[in-house]
């Protein structure tokens, strides 16, 4: 795993905020980091909200998600790299809705 992945899983757990350790976060580094964890926030928020979500593990590790709506007749689809998707299953809420159909 490497340095972006580490500094958002850091921010999830706000085990580094930003104030305090302004110099890491101002790097290229933090700003990737930055944009990732809010848009990983943005997915797990979806898929709690989600009426159906479904799952599966495409050729080299990447995943699937596609997500319904259904009061607003609305889908959603993204694609998570293995480590997004690790991050976002260390919730076990997550962990029970993330889970790919083919294993």
Do not use: C, I, K
């Not at 899983?9 to 990732?36: D, I, V, Y």
């Not at 797990?44 to 997500?67: H, I, L, N, P, Y």
């Amino acid at each position: 795993m490497n340095d972006v992945y580490a500094l958002v899983r850091s921010l999830r757990a706000a085990t580094w905020p930003r104030n305090r350790h302004f110099e890491a976060h101002a790097t290229a580094t933090g700003a990737e980091a930055r944009r990732l964890h809010r848009f990983l926030r943005g997915v797990e928020r979806d898929v709690r909200a989600a009426d159906s979500v479904r799952v599966r593990r495409g050729d080299g590790g990447a995943f699937t998600v596609e997500m319904a709506f259904g009061a607003v007749r609305l889908s959603r689809v993204v694609t998570l790299t293995a480590e997004e998707h690790a991050l976002l299953v260390e919730d076990a809420q997550m962990a029970a809705r993330l889970t790919p159909e083919n294993g």
